[in-house]
């Protein structure tokens, strides 16, 4: 059994669907398919649940923890941790408006410098920055925070929401990103990059905050991702793992149960990236036209496609026979539109 996660795959895209390139494998699954509801609208909630993860609606995923799990080989994660990721916030009017990205995206010696400022600043505190790659950071904490937060690719773009975070340690944590951005400001990476007319990193957008849980069911023999939290999740069950561009739809995987992190797609649209979007699209129609024909052969008994739009598309031989469906990708955009 393999499981597909492919967040972006039904949108949203800001193109009619009859300008779509073709995409016949895609079609005829998607169109054959059983659908099964998930009600997970994200690939990180999807990424857990395949891995036995329960998450409560009322409190953030834990997906920090496991994310630097995946990043720092030779650490594991103790206590309390949080995404900290750096971005720029506009004023508009009488708003915020947040920005991170390619655009954004701090260097080596950047990251360096204001993780060292942010760590001197507030040691007393309690609070240790660290950042494994230049553009995804993490908090730790010494104690647990209650905090609810909203990850970073739904407000990007947008006007900083005022009502986040909520839960009893809000009205303190806003204080503190206050005196980050106020501390950031000041900075001399921030003078230099002013000179060179590139966007300040005026602060931190902190979620998905937790630690690393307990394990429980059966998780995936095998994980292909390029993502931290896809790395973190399979050494934290001691499963194998490679990378997208490491593995081939041709070769089998170690164990029965599969699970592969397609992210190009929404990677592209989070950049608002359309060809970018269309080239993943097709290259995931390449993929699965070789898993449908190992389908067809044997060698696989099913595929579990999720968009991350709450429903999963689940193939097996005896649905590929269904050859009078024709909903492919295009009827499933215009359904979820």
Same mark, same amino acid.
């Given at each position: =059994?393999?499981?597909?996660?492919?967040?972006?795959?039904?949108?949203?895209?800001?193109?009619?669907?009859?300008?779509?390139?073709k995409?016949?494998?895609?079609? !005829?699954?998607?169109?054959?398919?059983?659908?099964?509801?998930t009600? !997970?609208?994200?690939?990180? *909630? /999807?990424l857990? &649940?395949?891995?036995?993860?329960?998450?409560?609606?009322?409190?953030?995923?834990?997906?920090?923890?496991?994310s630097?799990?995946g990043? /720092?080989?030779?650490?594991?994660?103790?206590?309390?941790? =949080?995404?900290?990721?750096?971005?720029?916030?506009?004023?508009?009017?009488?708003? @915020?408006?947040? +920005?991170?990205g390619?655009?954004?995206?701090?260097?080596r010696?950047?990251?360096?410098?204001?993780?060292? @400022?942010?760590?001197?600043h507030?040691?007393?505190?309690?609070?240790?920055? *660290?950042?494994?790659?230049?553009?995804?950071?993490?908090?730790?904490?010494?104690?647990?925070?209650?905090? &609810?937060?909203?990850?970073?690719?739904?407000?990007?773009?947008?006007?900083?929401?005022?009502?986040?975070?909520?839960?009893?340690?809000?009205?303190?944590?806003?204080?503190?990103?206050?005196?980050?951005?106020?501390? +950031?400001?000041?900075?001399?990476?921030? &003078?230099?990059?002013?000179?060179?007319?590139?966007?300040?990193?005026?602060g931190?957008? *902190?979620?998905?905050?937790?630690?690393l849980?307990?394990?429980?069911?059966?998780?995936p023999?095998?994980?292909?991702?390029?993502?931290?939290?896809?790395?973190?999740?399979?050494?934290?069950? !001691?499963?194998?793992?490679?990378?997208?561009?490491?593995?081939?739809?041709?070769?089998?995987?170690?164990?029965?149960?599969?699970?592969?992190?397609?992210?190009?797609?929404?990677a592209?649209?989070?950049?608002?990236d @359309?060809?970018?979007?269309?080239?993943?699209?097709? /290259?995931?129609?390449?993929?699965?036209?070789v898993?449908?024909?190992?389908?067809?052969? !044997?060698?696989?008994?099913e595929?579990?496609?999720?968009?991350?739009?709450? =429903?999963?598309?689940?193939?097996?031989?005896?649905?590929?026979r269904? +050859?009078?469906? &024709?909903?492919?990708?295009?009827?499933?955009?215009?359904?979820?539109?």
């Amino acid at each position: =059994m393999l499981n597909l996660i492919c967040p972006g795959l039904l949108g949203p895209i800001p193109a009619a669907p009859e300008t779509l390139p073709k995409v016949p494998a895609i079609d !005829g699954l998607l169109a054959r398919a059983d659908r099964i509801p998930t009600g !997970g609208h994200d690939a990180a *909630t /999807a990424l857990l &649940r395949c891995f036995g993860v329960s998450t409560d609606p009322e409190r953030d995923a834990p997906t920090a923890a496991m994310s630097l799990l995946g990043e /720092a080989s030779d650490e594991w994660p103790v206590g309390f941790w =949080m995404h900290a990721d750096p971005v720029h916030l506009r004023p508009d009017r009488d708003r @915020l408006l947040l +920005f991170s990205g390619t655009g954004v995206a701090p260097d080596r010696a950047e990251a360096d410098a204001l993780v060292a @400022l942010f760590n001197s600043h507030f040691a007393a505190d309690g609070l240790r920055l *660290t950042a494994p790659h230049p553009n995804r950071w993490y908090l730790g904490s010494d104690r647990e925070l209650d905090l &609810r937060t909203e990850p970073l690719e739904r407000v990007l773009g947008g006007p900083v929401p005022l009502d986040l975070p909520s839960g009893a340690d809000a009205r303190r944590w806003r204080g503190l990103m206050n005196e980050v951005q106020m501390l +950031f400001y000041g900075s001399e990476v921030n &003078r230099l990059r002013e000179q060179a007319r590139r966007p300040a990193i005026s602060g931190i957008w *902190t979620w998905g905050g937790g630690m690393l849980p307990e394990r429980s069911g059966e998780p995936p023999d095998a994980v292909v991702g390029d993502d931290p939290l896809s790395a973190g999740l399979a050494r934290w069950c !001691g499963g194998a793992h490679r990378s997208l561009e490491g593995w081939s739809p041709q070769e089998p995987l170690p164990g029965c149960r599969h699970l592969v992190l397609w992210d190009r797609l929404g990677a592209a649209l989070l950049e608002r990236d @359309l060809d970018g979007w269309s080239t993943a699209l097709l /290259a995931l129609d390449a993929t699965l036209a070789v898993l449908e024909a190992r389908i067809k052969g !044997g060698t696989l008994d099913e595929i579990l496609i999720d968009p991350c739009e709450g =429903m999963v598309y689940r193939v097996t031989r005896s649905a590929l026979r269904r +050859f009078w469906r &024709r909903d492919g990708l295009a009827q499933c955009l215009v359904r979820g539109s």
